[in-house]
């Protein structure tokens, strides 16, 4: 099945990353792509309106080529010809955020106005169009120089303004345009990862009735947030020593903020007749990994280089988010057997840590919490447990837990909740029903006033 994920042209991103961590780590892979093309990834059965209305599909690969490449055209513009008029986007919704797991979230409500000012006098425009556009990015593609391996653009939506050529009249000023849309839910959030990226976007083009063409794009940001849920416990369990760990975690972290961690060590002690050999805790290590996983498709002209169209080179980066180093603070009771103790962790913002995501097209980033036990064998008598001999052995325990990074959530209100209305479902006013049969007068006759239920109609 052909790749047609990545089409669009755009100068090859260098990743620079001051804040680097201290473990980083890349492995490149060359792996086939059996995923279907972008026309499908965002498809779902029960969402309909995903993709560009009233449009073949070579003519929609076709505008979006075309209008990809003429977002990174640098040449200069002629000074001696303004354009006719002068786009801008007034937004009146809130930020998007999809709310819950791609497949729970009903999605979110964009809404807005077009504004648009005549340059100079009366224009005529042909056509206004607005688009929702995704653009995938890979920092590492398949050809270091090729802008079609590098990146993608594809419409989810399409506004078309005009049914018709306009006037749009100097002396009326500015003219609004309003629209809106349901972006499904099920569509990866905005995500910036070191070798992969996914952005949002509303690309106008409005046409002149002369042939002239006015530009304007505008950043769409959207994030996901997972309600947060029951915390979660996990046991682990090291044999051969009879230790046990119960680790008890948030079921969401964040980007910002510190979330707690409680651990209880369980069998750090095995009694005999006279004597006892118990593990003593001496450090405790934890750190948060972030894995990110991008494929790089190859375009048509370069696919010769990974074997054939349909394949793909895939590339994992690993780096370290947030760590930390204790040497104390827990609660030891070798009467009991077991050790408690609970500690706060973080994410390290400086980084710029990214949230969890799983995108169709191949760019998944996860988050796991490594917990590293350091812990030394004693000896003691029975009658006099205090005087404990080390014996010399040691282990280091290692354990870690599956993290969703998220971000939050707020007020929690989803949209279908407070159901704010749509400018394509507002109905047309009633029809007057004019006809013979059918007549209108004003009253005449004593002003009205109190108990009104006695009136009535009469022929």
Known sequence: MPMQLFGLKRPAVQPDFPGFAQKNSSNTAITEVRRPSMDNVFKRPSLAGLGKKNSSRERRDKSGKERSQSKHKDAPRSPGRPKPVKLDLVMESPPVLFLGTPADSNGAIISGRLQV??????????????????????TRPVEARCRECMTSVNDLYEW?????????KATKGTQELPFSHLIPGHIPAATHGQIGTIDYSLHVRAKSADGQETE????????????????????????????????????????????????RMTGVTNKRDDTQTRWRLRKLTWRIEEKETMVSPACAKHAAKVGGEGKGVQHTSEREIGTDEMKGGWKTDFSDGQIDGEFMAAVNTALKPQCSVDAPNGLKISHILVIE???A???????????????GAARVLRTQFNLNVTDRSGMGISWDDEMPPAYEDVPHSPPHYGSELTTMTDYVGEEISGDMEHLSLRN
């Open 216 to 263: 304007y794009r505008r950043d769409l940001v959207i994030q996901r947030a997972l309600r947060p849920g029951n915390d979660k416990n996990s046991v682990r369990i090291f044999p051969p020593t009879n230790l046990s760990l119960n680790v008890t975690l948030p079921s969401v972290i964040h980007p910002i903020g510190e979330f707690p961690i409680t651990c």
């Open 160 to 168: 078309n303004f005009l049914s018709k050529q306009t006037t749009f």
């Open 373 to 375: 036990l350091v812990i």
């Open 117 to 138: 000012s005549p340059s100079a006098g009366d224009v005529v425009m042909d056509s206004i169009k607005m688009f929702l556009e995704c653009t995938t990015t890979t």
């Open 377 to 391: 064998e004693e000896w003691a008598p029975n009658k006099k447990p205090t005087q404990a001999t080390p014996t």
